[in-house]
Structures are given as C-alpha cells and as structure tokens.
C-alpha cells in the first residue's frame, strides 16, 4: 500500500511539472487504490457507431439521453467536503428514480466532479474524484448498475462559475451526470 502510495504521489509530482494542466483526467477508485482508466482511445463517435450498428436506433437514444440530460440535477458539496448532504442525498434520489425509468442499457453515465479554485491541482483533483465517488455510491443504492457508472474528476479545472465570490464558488463543488450513449 506505501509503495502504491509512493508511486501515486511521485506521478502527481510529475504531472504537475508540466507547463500545462490536464484538462481531463479521467481516475476511477477500485478497492480503495487510485488507478488512472485511459478513455483516450475511445471518442464520443466510436461508442454511437457501436449503440447505432446494433439496433438503428441511435436517433431515438440520442434524444432520450438529451430529454434525460435537462431533468437530471447537479449535486453541490460543501466546501472541502464530499459527503452527500441529506438535501442532496434527496435529488440523488429523484435522479436514480428519473435514470431507472428510461431504458438502462442505452445509455451509461459518466459522473465528474468538480470543486472550486481553492487547494491545489492535486488536491482537487482528488477531491473531485471523491466527490464523484460519493454520487456513484449513493446512485448504486438506489438501484443503478454500477458498472454503468464511470468517475472522472475535473478539479478546478471546469468551473461554471468564475468569479471570486462564494456564491460563484458555491456553484463550482458539484458532481454532474452526463448520459452516454
């Protein structure tokens, strides 16, 4: 586990060497180790040759995943935080009775989380991958297959609001779900 520990924490200090951020680092926690999943070989128009290839119907999954995408809320943290709140926990709810509903196996759902511009690079980015975690959890509790579930994280990186007041950093500790197909 140190070793594990020791080769994560000198990869970070790698990567934040770099002149540039990553603007998408996709990390998915299995069995409480961090492990780095690679998506780059696969893009949006791959995976919808795939879902249209078997039954034609990528048109009408298209739609529904947008439908769905407009419905389903965003789930806000406290600062420094990546507990679900009970509030929150409530709109977790709604969104896994909205996703149960619609046929499950068109579509899967990506979970990244956010958080605001205080911390570091590595923290947040950490951070965000927790917070998504927290969601796929809770979503799994309340009858969502796992295995549809990616996490990524996006740290500070992906901010919906940019100004330096709380109310814009407020909006910034999310975890969204973007649909699939």
Same mark, same amino acid.
């Not at 009970?86 to 619609?102: C, F, G, H, P, T």
């Not at 295995?147 to 994280?153: D, E, F, K, L």
């Not at 990186?157 to 007041?165: A, L, Q, V």
């Given at each position: 586990?140190?070793?594990?520990? %020791?080769?994560?924490?000198?990869?970070?200090?790698?990567? &934040?060497?770099?002149?540039?951020?990553? /603007? #998408?680092?996709? =990390?998915?926690? @299995?069995?409480?180790? =961090?492990?780095?999943?690679?998506? %780059?070989? =696969?893009?949006?128009?791959? &995976? !919808?040759?795939?879902?249209?290839?078997?039954?034609?119907?990528?048109?009408?999954?298209? /739609? %529904?995943?947008?439908?769905?995408?407009?419905? @389903? !809320?965003?789930?806000?943290?406290?600062?420094?935080?990546? #507990?679900?709140?009970?509030?929150?926990?409530?709109?977790?709810?709604?969104?896994?009775?909205?996703?149960?509903?619609?046929? &499950?196996?068109?579509? &899967?759902?990506?979970?990244?989380?956010?958080?605001?511009?205080?911390?570091?690079?590595?923290?947040?980015?950490?951070?965000?991958?927790?917070?998504?975690?927290? @969601?796929?959890?809770?979503?799994?509790?309340?009858?969502?297959?796992?295995?549809?579930? =990616?996490? @990524?994280?996006?740290?500070?990186? #992906?901010?919906?609001?940019?100004?330096?007041?709380?109310?814009?950093?407020?909006?910034?500790?999310?975890?969204?779900?973007?649909?699939?197909?």
């Amino acid at each position: 586990m140190k070793l594990l520990l %020791t080769g994560l924490a000198l990869a970070m200090l790698v990567l &934040s060497g770099c002149s540039q951020k990553n /603007q #998408n680092l996709d =990390m998915a926690e @299995v069995d409480g180790d =961090m492990r780095t999943n690679d998506f %780059t070989g =696969m893009d949006d128009s791959d &995976s !919808s040759s795939t879902n249209a290839n078997k039954d034609g119907s990528i048109g009408m999954v298209a /739609q %529904t995943i947008e439908n769905l995408e407009s419905d @389903v !809320s965003k789930i806000y943290f406290a600062f420094d935080r990546y #507990n679900i709140s009970s509030d929150m926990e409530v709109k977790i709810r709604a969104n896994a009775r909205l996703l149960n509903e619609q046929n &499950s196996k068109d579509f &899967s759902i990506k979970i990244e989380g956010n958080c605001d511009e205080w911390g570091t690079d590595e923290y947040n980015y950490a951070l965000g991958l927790k917070r998504a975690k927290s @969601v796929k959890e809770s979503l799994t509790s309340f009858g969502i297959d796992e295995n549809r579930i =990616m996490i @990524v994280s996006f740290g500070e990186s #992906n901010p919906e609001c940019k100004d330096s007041n709380q109310a814009c950093w407020d909006k910034n500790r999310r975890a969204e779900l973007k649909l699939l197909p």
